[in-house]
């Protein structure tokens, strides 16, 4: 299979804890973007990467959050002291240039 | 703003009712329109692309299309495992970023 992948699944934090969540997008993709969905809504942009570069962030990203692309090829998103609020699925989504977007099966996230 | 309304924000169908599901945007300049079917606790699954008013997609039971101001997804004698919900994106010209709508949920009772 050679769609784009996401690990962990699920994760299960305690409020105050970091996380970091992995993505390995398809193979000749330069693009690749995060984003988070709670119940009931479309997914929120967070950020996106061309090749290696961070170009753009939302700016109702929090200070907590950093994502990072070494080299190019997977990616990792990190939230510092989580929140309740932070509970969400994190969806990693690659593409072609301005193509269509696929994504991942989504890590769930869940703050206690 | 670049802006996506979908509806209605939920549909049940009768196995073989044909239906329509809206998607209106504002966007300073359109780059493409996209439908994803999501099914629960999944990522999004690309289904058309569409870039300028007058074209249109289809794909077995699933019809795009798309005009100045806003695309239908028509669904032609739907099945229960037509049910998702079924999500519209734009991309404008002037950025990198894709506008997603809320969601169309659709239930097709056998």
């Known amino acids: 299979d050679t769609g784009v992948s996401q690990d962990p699944r699920h994760k299960i934090t305690k409020r105050g804890q970091n996380v970091t969540f992995r993505c390995d997008p398809i193979?000749?993709?330069?693009?690749l973007y995060w984003y988070r969905q709670t119940l009931g809504q479309g997914p929120e942009f967070l950020t996106y990467f061309q090749n290696e570069a961070q170009l753009e962030k939302s700016r109702l990203l929090s200070d907590r959050f950093s994502a990072e692309r070494p080299k190019g090829s997977f990616s990792t998103l990190e939230i510092q002291r989580t929140e309740q609020g932070d509970s969400a699925m994190y969806l990693c989504?690659?593409?072609?240039?301005?193509?269509?977007?696929?994504f991942g099966p989504g890590t769930r996230l869940t703050v206690t | 703003e670049d802006q996506v309304t979908q509806s209605p924000e939920a549909l049940r169908l009768q196995e073989g009712e044909s239906s329509s599901l809206n998607c209106s945007y504002t966007?300073?300049?359109?780059?493409?329109l996209f439908w994803y079917r999501q099914d629960p606790g999944k990522g999004p699954e690309f289904l058309f692309t569409l870039y300028s008013a007058g074209e249109e997609k289809e794909k077995e039971r699933l019809k795009a299309t798309l005009t100045k101001k806003e695309s239908f997804l028509h669904i032609t004698a739907p099945k229960p495992e037509d049910s998702a919900t079924y999500l519209c994106?734009?991309?404008?010209?002037?950025?990198?970023?894709?506008?997603f709508g809320t969601g169309t949920s659709l239930t097709v009772i056998p």
């Open positions: 994106a734009v991309q404008a010209t002037t950025g990198n970023q894709f506008y």
């Open positions: 193979s000749e993709h330069n693009r």
């Open positions: 989504a690659s593409s072609l240039q301005y193509y269509e977007q696929y």
């Open positions: 966007v300073s300049g359109l780059r493409g």
